[in-house]
């Protein structure tokens, strides 16, 4: 992984970035239905984590936009070439830890390196590990199939860009829908990189077919 300073004196948002910063809540979120059937498939037919098959393609969809790859770090901004997640495994006693992950591997790869961060993170508190600033935020609500969902964010300049989804739920026509959101700074991200997102992702998905 590596970063650049983007250049300020030729940054066509400057403007914005210097006004979202000003709010108290500079953040912009959105919650979309997203259809997960072939990733449901995918992971039964093969026994993997659905879980983790989720936050593989959401985290290459994520990178696959600049500006989610963006971090505000004083009067400047830092653009990362990947971001590693930070997500949330469940302890056993109900409480959860955060573990980092990095996702440009193989599928395989991937699920191994995963399966040895939970076991160190089980013992951990919710302290996190690496170059936070660089880190998509992963969390997941598996027990609603909700419609909204507020996050809670230090304010101010913390730029990290957050992604959680929900329960999944079959419609009348059988297919598989769940809820993804994305919480992120306003001064970075506009509404049509969080549509590129989303693109990005039911791109990702098609890859499972």
């Given at each position: 992984?590596?970063?650049?300073?983007?250049?300020?004196?030729?940054?066509?948002?400057?403007?914005?970035?210097?006004?979202?910063?000003?709010?108290?809540?500079?953040?912009?979120?959105?919650?979309?239905?997203?259809?997960?059937?072939?990733?449901?498939?995918?992971?039964?037919?093969?026994?993997?984590?659905?879980?983790?098959?989720?936050?593989?393609?959401?985290a290459l969809a994520a990178d696959g936009?600049?500006?989610?790859?963006?971090?505000?770090?004083?009067?400047?901004?830092?653009?990362?070439s990947e971001c590693p997640t930070s997500?949330?495994?469940?302890?056993?006693?109900?409480?959860?830890?955060?573990?980092?992950?990095?996702?440009?591997?193989?599928?395989?790869?991937?699920?191994?390196?995963?399966?040895?961060?939970?076991?160190?993170?089980?013992?951990?508190?919710?302290?996190?590990?690496?170059?936070?600033?660089?880190?998509?935020?992963?969390?997941?609500?598996?027990?609603?199939?909700?419609?909204?969902?507020?996050?809670?964010?230090?304010?101010?300049?913390?730029?990290?860009?957050?992604?959680?989804?929900?329960?999944?739920?079959?419609?009348?026509?059988?297919?598989?829908?769940?809820?993804?959101?994305?919480?992120?700074?306003?001064?970075?991200?506009?509404?049509?990189?969080?549509?590129?997102?989303?693109?990005?992702?039911?791109?990702?998905?098609?890859?499972?077919?």
């Amino acid at each position: 992984m590596t970063s650049k300073l983007i250049d300020m004196n030729n940054y066509a948002r400057k403007e914005h970035f210097d006004y979202f910063r000003t709010m108290q809540y500079p953040y912009a979120g959105v919650t979309c239905d997203i259809e997960v059937s072939k990733l449901l498939e995918y992971s039964r037919a093969n026994n993997r984590s659905f879980y983790l098959t989720v936050l593989h393609a959401v985290a290459l969809a994520a990178d696959g936009v600049p500006e989610l790859r963006q971090r505000i770090n004083g009067e400047k901004i830092i653009e990362y070439s990947e971001c590693p997640t930070s997500h949330i495994e469940l302890k056993p006693d109900k409480t959860y830890c955060y573990c980092t992950l990095h996702h440009h591997m193989s599928l395989n790869e991937y699920y191994a390196q995963a399966e040895q961060a939970r076991i160190a993170c089980v013992s951990n508190g919710i302290e996190e590990s690496g170059d936070v600033d660089s880190m998509y935020f992963i969390s997941t609500v598996p027990w609603i199939h909700y419609t909204a969902l507020v996050q809670p964010v230090a304010g101010g300049d913390e730029s990290n860009p957050r992604f959680t989804w929900g329960k999944y739920e079959e419609s009348t026509d059988g297919k598989i829908f769940m809820p993804v959101s994305i919480l992120a700074h306003h001064a970075l991200v506009d509404g049509i990189q969080i549509a590129q997102f989303y693109d990005n992702l039911r791109k990702e998905i098609e890859e499972y077919a």
